[in-house]
Protein backbone atom coordinates (compact mmCIF):
# COMPACT_ATOMS: atom_id res chain seq x y z
CA UNK A 1 0.00 0.00 0.00
CA UNK A 2 1.36 3.28 -1.20
CA UNK A 3 1.49 6.76 0.99
CA UNK A 4 -1.42 7.91 -0.37
CA UNK A 5 -3.63 5.12 0.28
CA UNK A 6 -2.91 4.93 3.77
CA UNK A 7 -3.26 8.33 4.30
CA UNK A 8 -6.96 7.83 3.01
CA UNK A 9 -7.96 4.92 4.96
CA UNK A 10 -6.98 6.96 7.63
CA UNK A 11 -9.40 9.77 6.58
CA UNK A 12 -11.64 7.30 6.42
CA UNK A 13 -11.46 6.29 9.82
CA UNK A 14 -10.93 9.64 11.25
CA UNK A 15 -14.26 11.19 9.38
CA UNK A 16 -15.68 7.70 10.58
CA UNK A 17 -17.52 6.86 7.06
CA UNK A 18 -18.00 3.30 6.39
CA UNK A 19 -19.66 1.36 3.03
CA UNK A 20 -22.95 3.13 3.72
CA UNK A 21 -22.08 6.42 3.45
CA UNK A 22 -20.36 5.78 0.39
CA UNK A 23 -23.22 4.56 -1.16
CA UNK A 24 -25.77 7.33 -0.30
CA UNK A 25 -23.15 10.10 -1.31
CA UNK A 26 -22.88 8.43 -4.43
CA UNK A 27 -26.26 7.60 -4.87
CA UNK A 28 -26.96 11.26 -3.88
CA UNK A 29 -24.74 12.92 -6.70
CA UNK A 30 -26.09 10.86 -9.59
CA UNK A 31 -29.39 11.48 -8.51
CA UNK A 32 -29.01 15.49 -8.64
CA UNK A 33 -26.95 15.80 -11.42
CA UNK A 34 -30.27 13.53 -13.22
CA UNK A 35 -32.62 15.69 -11.37
CA UNK A 36 -30.71 18.97 -12.53
CA UNK A 37 -30.44 17.80 -16.30
CA UNK A 38 -34.07 16.93 -15.81
CA UNK A 39 -35.14 20.30 -15.00
CA UNK A 40 -32.06 22.80 -16.85
CA UNK A 41 -33.01 24.35 -20.00
CA UNK A 42 -31.53 22.00 -22.77
CA UNK A 43 -29.25 23.46 -25.58
CA UNK A 44 -29.16 20.16 -27.09
CA UNK A 45 -31.83 18.51 -28.71
CA UNK A 46 -32.83 15.22 -27.15
CA UNK A 47 -31.09 12.81 -29.89
CA UNK A 48 -28.02 15.06 -29.06
CA UNK A 49 -28.51 14.78 -25.16
CA UNK A 50 -28.99 11.09 -26.09
CA UNK A 51 -25.71 10.72 -28.08
CA UNK A 52 -23.59 12.48 -25.72
CA UNK A 53 -24.63 10.30 -22.85
CA UNK A 54 -24.04 7.14 -24.68
CA UNK A 55 -20.61 7.93 -26.06
CA UNK A 56 -19.50 9.04 -22.71
CA UNK A 57 -20.89 5.69 -20.75
CA UNK A 58 -19.02 3.67 -23.44
CA UNK A 59 -15.23 5.21 -22.47
CA UNK A 60 -16.20 5.80 -18.81
CA UNK A 61 -16.91 2.28 -18.54
CA UNK A 62 -13.89 1.18 -20.10
CA UNK A 63 -11.48 3.47 -18.98
CA UNK A 64 -12.41 2.83 -15.67
CA UNK A 65 -11.76 -1.33 -16.03
CA UNK A 66 -8.73 -0.90 -17.71
CA UNK A 67 -7.46 0.92 -15.37
CA UNK A 68 -9.04 -1.00 -12.29
CA UNK A 69 -9.50 -4.88 -13.44
CA UNK A 70 -6.72 -5.11 -16.49
CA UNK A 71 -3.84 -2.74 -14.91
CA UNK A 72 -4.34 -2.55 -11.82
CA UNK A 73 -3.46 1.10 -11.66
CA UNK A 74 -6.84 1.75 -9.23
CA UNK A 75 -8.25 -1.38 -6.68
CA UNK A 76 -12.12 -1.23 -6.45
CA UNK A 77 -13.64 -2.14 -3.18
CA UNK A 78 -14.93 -5.89 -2.84
CA UNK A 79 -17.91 -4.61 -0.45
CA UNK A 80 -21.08 -4.89 -2.74
CA UNK A 81 -22.08 -1.55 -1.71
CA UNK A 82 -18.77 0.24 -2.20
CA UNK A 83 -18.88 -1.57 -5.67
CA UNK A 84 -22.36 -0.59 -6.32
CA UNK A 85 -21.54 2.76 -5.47
CA UNK A 86 -18.84 3.13 -8.00
CA UNK A 87 -21.02 1.27 -10.57
CA UNK A 88 -23.75 4.20 -10.19
CA UNK A 89 -20.81 6.78 -10.60
CA UNK A 90 -19.39 5.35 -13.47
CA UNK A 91 -22.66 4.74 -15.18
CA UNK A 92 -24.69 7.82 -14.34
CA UNK A 93 -22.76 10.54 -12.50
CA UNK A 94 -19.65 10.73 -15.19
CA UNK A 95 -22.01 11.02 -18.40
CA UNK A 96 -24.88 13.02 -17.33
CA UNK A 97 -22.40 15.95 -15.61
CA UNK A 98 -20.48 15.67 -19.29
CA UNK A 99 -23.90 16.10 -20.55
CA UNK A 100 -24.59 19.03 -18.12
CA UNK A 101 -21.58 20.67 -19.12
CA UNK A 102 -22.22 20.90 -22.68
CA UNK A 103 -25.83 21.95 -22.46
CA UNK A 104 -24.17 25.02 -20.03
CA UNK A 105 -21.38 25.51 -22.67
CA UNK A 106 -23.71 25.67 -25.64
CA UNK A 107 -25.68 28.55 -23.77
CA UNK A 108 -23.25 30.87 -23.27
CA UNK A 109 -21.60 32.98 -25.97
CA UNK A 110 -18.25 33.37 -25.33
CA UNK A 111 -14.98 31.65 -24.83
CA UNK A 112 -14.17 32.52 -21.86
CA UNK A 113 -17.45 31.44 -19.62
CA UNK A 114 -16.94 28.26 -22.04
CA UNK A 115 -13.85 27.43 -20.49
CA UNK A 116 -14.62 28.55 -16.77
CA UNK A 117 -17.80 25.59 -17.41
CA UNK A 118 -15.71 23.18 -18.35
CA UNK A 119 -12.46 23.94 -15.68
CA UNK A 120 -15.27 23.26 -13.16
CA UNK A 121 -16.50 20.35 -14.39
CA UNK A 122 -13.25 19.20 -13.90
CA UNK A 123 -12.98 20.38 -11.25
CA UNK A 124 -16.10 19.02 -9.49
CA UNK A 125 -15.09 15.56 -11.22
CA UNK A 126 -11.96 15.13 -9.31
CA UNK A 127 -13.15 15.70 -6.43
CA UNK A 128 -16.08 13.30 -6.85
CA UNK A 129 -13.10 10.76 -7.78
CA UNK A 130 -10.62 11.41 -5.14
CA UNK A 131 -13.45 11.15 -2.60
CA UNK A 132 -13.83 7.72 -3.77
CA UNK A 133 -10.57 7.24 -2.33
CA UNK A 134 -11.22 8.80 0.86
CA UNK A 135 -14.77 6.88 1.27
CA UNK A 136 -12.68 3.69 0.71
CA UNK A 137 -14.12 2.53 -2.45
CA UNK A 138 -11.08 3.00 -4.49
CA UNK A 139 -7.82 2.62 -3.75
CA UNK A 140 -5.30 4.16 -5.95
CA UNK A 141 -1.87 2.06 -5.92
CA UNK A 142 -0.63 4.00 -9.34
CA UNK A 143 -2.62 6.66 -9.97
CA UNK A 144 -2.27 10.41 -9.16
CA UNK A 145 -4.85 13.04 -9.01
CA UNK A 146 -3.00 14.80 -12.71
CA UNK A 147 -4.24 11.77 -14.69
CA UNK A 148 -7.76 12.62 -13.34
CA UNK A 149 -7.11 16.08 -14.82
CA UNK A 150 -6.26 15.04 -17.60
CA UNK A 151 -8.35 11.47 -18.18
CA UNK A 152 -11.39 14.53 -17.76
CA UNK A 153 -10.22 16.90 -19.91
CA UNK A 154 -9.99 14.38 -22.57
CA UNK A 155 -13.30 13.25 -21.74
CA UNK A 156 -14.68 17.30 -21.87
CA UNK A 157 -13.19 17.17 -25.36
CA UNK A 158 -14.01 14.25 -26.70
CA UNK A 159 -17.58 15.40 -26.14
CA UNK A 160 -17.42 18.75 -27.80
CA UNK A 161 -16.22 17.00 -30.78
CA UNK A 162 -17.98 14.15 -31.26
CA UNK A 163 -21.36 16.51 -30.76
CA UNK A 164 -20.33 18.94 -33.79
CA UNK A 165 -19.02 15.46 -35.61
CA UNK A 166 -23.29 14.69 -34.59
CA UNK A 167 -24.29 17.52 -35.74
CA UNK A 168 -22.23 17.90 -39.01
CA UNK A 169 -23.68 14.62 -39.77
CA UNK A 170 -26.86 16.10 -40.30
CA UNK A 171 -26.36 19.22 -42.17
CA UNK A 172 -24.44 17.42 -44.74
CA UNK A 173 -27.18 14.87 -45.35
CA UNK A 174 -29.71 17.88 -45.71
CA UNK A 175 -27.53 19.15 -48.74
CA UNK A 176 -26.50 16.06 -49.69
CA UNK A 177 -30.58 15.75 -50.73
CA UNK B 1 -4.72 -5.95 -24.47
CA UNK B 2 -4.02 -8.73 -26.55
CA UNK B 3 -6.07 -9.62 -29.69
CA UNK B 4 -6.85 -13.24 -28.25
CA UNK B 5 -5.86 -16.45 -26.71
CA UNK B 6 -5.92 -18.61 -29.14
CA UNK B 7 -7.79 -18.17 -32.55
CA UNK B 8 -10.01 -20.85 -33.53
CA UNK B 9 -13.98 -21.26 -33.45
CA UNK B 10 -15.27 -18.41 -30.94
CA UNK B 11 -12.96 -15.84 -33.24
CA UNK B 12 -13.72 -16.87 -36.42
CA UNK B 13 -17.61 -16.93 -35.66
CA UNK B 14 -17.52 -13.56 -34.12
CA UNK B 15 -15.57 -12.12 -37.64
CA UNK B 16 -18.49 -13.95 -39.53
CA UNK B 17 -21.66 -12.55 -37.65
CA UNK B 18 -20.09 -8.83 -37.49
CA UNK B 19 -19.42 -9.07 -41.38
CA UNK B 20 -23.24 -10.50 -41.67
CA UNK B 21 -24.43 -7.93 -39.08
CA UNK B 22 -22.71 -4.95 -40.68
CA UNK B 23 -23.55 -5.76 -44.27
CA UNK B 24 -27.18 -6.17 -43.26
CA UNK B 25 -26.82 -2.46 -41.76
CA UNK B 26 -25.34 -1.30 -45.09
CA UNK B 27 -28.12 -2.62 -46.85
CA UNK B 28 -30.77 -0.53 -45.12
CA UNK B 29 -28.98 2.12 -43.33
CA UNK B 30 -29.64 4.74 -45.85
CA UNK B 31 -33.60 4.51 -44.92
CA UNK B 32 -33.25 5.66 -42.01
CA UNK B 33 -32.47 9.56 -41.25
CA UNK B 34 -28.67 10.04 -40.25
CA UNK B 35 -28.68 10.48 -36.69
CA UNK B 36 -30.88 7.83 -35.64
CA UNK B 37 -29.00 5.40 -37.20
CA UNK B 38 -25.90 6.48 -35.50
CA UNK B 39 -27.82 6.54 -32.25
CA UNK B 40 -29.35 2.80 -33.05
CA UNK B 41 -25.72 1.55 -33.41
CA UNK B 42 -24.69 3.25 -30.39
CA UNK B 43 -27.36 2.84 -28.33
CA UNK B 44 -27.00 -1.57 -28.91
CA UNK B 45 -23.48 -1.23 -28.45
CA UNK B 46 -24.07 1.01 -24.89
CA UNK B 47 -26.07 -1.91 -24.13
CA UNK B 48 -23.81 -4.62 -24.68
CA UNK B 49 -21.09 -2.81 -23.07
CA UNK B 50 -22.77 -1.89 -20.09
CA UNK B 51 -24.62 -5.49 -19.28
CA UNK B 52 -21.14 -7.17 -19.88
CA UNK B 53 -19.31 -4.87 -17.74
CA UNK B 54 -21.67 -4.69 -14.76
CA UNK B 55 -22.65 -8.61 -14.43
CA UNK B 56 -20.46 -10.27 -17.15
CA UNK B 57 -17.35 -8.70 -14.85
CA UNK B 58 -16.67 -7.20 -11.98
CA UNK B 59 -17.89 -8.78 -8.78
CA UNK B 60 -20.96 -10.45 -9.99
CA UNK B 61 -18.69 -12.19 -13.38
CA UNK B 62 -21.89 -14.47 -14.56
CA UNK B 63 -20.35 -15.03 -17.83
CA UNK B 64 -17.06 -14.94 -19.81
CA UNK B 65 -16.17 -13.74 -22.85
CA UNK B 66 -14.32 -15.19 -24.95
CA UNK B 67 -11.10 -17.24 -24.24
CA UNK B 68 -10.37 -14.90 -21.05
CA UNK B 69 -12.20 -12.92 -18.20
CA UNK B 70 -9.12 -10.37 -19.70
CA UNK B 71 -9.76 -7.41 -22.29
CA UNK B 72 -9.01 -8.94 -25.91
CA UNK B 73 -9.95 -7.23 -29.16
CA UNK B 74 -11.71 -10.31 -29.94
CA UNK B 75 -14.34 -8.59 -27.23
CA UNK B 76 -14.05 -5.30 -29.20
CA UNK B 77 -15.82 -7.46 -32.03
CA UNK B 78 -18.33 -9.01 -29.85
CA UNK B 79 -19.21 -5.70 -28.55
CA UNK B 80 -19.47 -3.99 -32.20
CA UNK B 81 -21.96 -7.42 -32.85
CA UNK B 82 -24.68 -5.52 -30.68
CA UNK B 83 -24.81 -2.36 -32.66
CA UNK B 84 -27.07 -3.38 -36.22
CA UNK B 85 -29.42 -5.46 -33.52
CA UNK B 86 -29.76 -1.66 -32.11
CA UNK B 87 -29.98 -0.15 -35.43
CA UNK B 88 -32.88 -2.73 -36.90
CA UNK B 89 -34.51 -3.01 -33.42
CA UNK B 90 -35.29 0.74 -34.39
CA UNK B 91 -35.68 0.16 -38.07
CA UNK B 92 -38.16 -2.23 -37.65
CA UNK B 93 -40.15 -0.83 -35.11
CA UNK B 94 -41.20 1.64 -37.58
CA UNK B 95 -41.97 -0.45 -40.65
CA UNK B 96 -43.78 -2.59 -38.86
CA UNK B 97 -46.01 0.42 -37.34
CA UNK B 98 -45.54 -0.71 -33.54
CA UNK B 99 -48.07 1.00 -31.20
CA UNK B 100 -49.81 0.25 -27.92
CA UNK B 101 -51.37 -2.77 -29.32
CA UNK B 102 -48.44 -4.44 -30.81
CA UNK B 103 -45.91 -2.97 -28.13
CA UNK B 104 -45.80 -6.09 -25.93
CA UNK B 105 -45.66 -9.22 -28.97
CA UNK B 106 -42.44 -6.82 -30.49
CA UNK B 107 -40.59 -6.44 -27.24
CA UNK B 108 -41.45 -10.47 -26.01
CA UNK B 109 -40.16 -11.33 -29.91
CA UNK B 110 -36.74 -9.02 -29.19
CA UNK B 111 -35.98 -10.41 -25.85
CA UNK B 112 -36.98 -14.23 -27.21
CA UNK B 113 -34.47 -12.94 -30.26
CA UNK B 114 -31.45 -11.61 -27.72
CA UNK B 115 -32.04 -15.00 -25.49
CA UNK B 116 -31.52 -16.97 -28.53
CA UNK B 117 -28.66 -14.92 -29.84
CA UNK B 118 -27.13 -15.70 -26.82
CA UNK B 119 -27.97 -19.44 -26.82
CA UNK B 120 -26.31 -19.03 -30.27
CA UNK B 121 -23.26 -17.30 -28.54
CA UNK B 122 -23.10 -19.64 -25.47
CA UNK B 123 -22.42 -22.80 -28.28
CA UNK B 124 -20.07 -20.95 -30.17
CA UNK B 125 -17.82 -20.43 -27.22
CA UNK B 126 -18.20 -16.61 -27.13
CA UNK B 127 -20.09 -16.42 -24.01
CA UNK B 128 -19.09 -18.93 -21.34
CA UNK B 129 -21.92 -18.72 -18.22
CA UNK B 130 -20.23 -18.98 -14.86
CA UNK B 131 -21.24 -18.77 -11.31
CA UNK B 132 -24.15 -20.70 -11.54
CA UNK B 133 -25.62 -18.29 -14.15
CA UNK B 134 -28.23 -19.59 -16.72
CA UNK B 135 -29.54 -18.44 -20.07
CA UNK B 136 -32.84 -18.28 -18.91
CA UNK B 137 -32.56 -15.11 -16.20
CA UNK B 138 -31.58 -13.10 -19.47
CA UNK B 139 -34.96 -13.58 -20.33
CA UNK B 140 -35.66 -11.10 -17.74
CA UNK B 141 -32.73 -8.73 -18.15
CA UNK B 142 -34.01 -8.75 -22.43
CA UNK B 143 -37.45 -8.06 -21.47
CA UNK B 144 -36.61 -4.63 -19.72
CA UNK B 145 -33.63 -3.69 -21.99
CA UNK B 146 -36.27 -4.02 -24.93
CA UNK B 147 -39.30 -2.16 -23.09
CA UNK B 148 -36.63 0.59 -22.46
CA UNK B 149 -35.59 0.88 -25.80
CA UNK B 150 -39.15 0.91 -26.92
CA UNK B 151 -39.64 3.34 -24.62
CA UNK B 152 -36.78 6.00 -25.53
CA UNK B 153 -37.89 5.16 -29.38
CA UNK B 154 -41.07 6.86 -28.68
CA UNK B 155 -39.65 9.52 -27.34
CA UNK B 156 -37.18 10.09 -30.72
CA UNK B 157 -40.38 9.72 -32.76
CA UNK B 158 -42.15 12.63 -30.75
CA UNK B 159 -39.10 14.95 -31.66
CA UNK B 160 -37.20 13.29 -35.22
CA UNK B 161 -39.17 11.20 -38.25
CA UNK B 162 -37.21 7.88 -37.75
CA UNK B 163 -37.21 6.78 -41.64
CA UNK B 164 -36.32 8.96 -44.15
CA UNK B 165 -39.20 9.60 -47.17
CA UNK B 166 -38.31 8.70 -50.25
Redesign the interface.
Known amino acids: MNKTTSKENTMSKKFGVCAPMGFAFYFFVSWLITVIFTLMKKRL???EN??VY??I??IS??FS??IS??LRLVI?S?H?LD?TAF?IHR?IGIPFILVVTLNLIKGVSSIGKSLLIAVCSILILVILVKLGAVLDITHRVKWNIINDFIYFAFLHLIALYSLKF?RK??Q??AISR | MRMWESFDKNEISLLIILVVAYMAYFLFHRRVNPQIRKLGLLWGITIGILFDFTIGGGLLDYYRINDSNHYEVADVFYYLDFGPFGFFFFYFYETFHIHKKTFIYYTVAWAIIGVAAQWLFTWLDIITLQKGYHLAYSFPIFLVVQTATGVFIEQVKKREQILVKG
Open positions: SFISFLLLIINWIAELKPYMSFSKSE
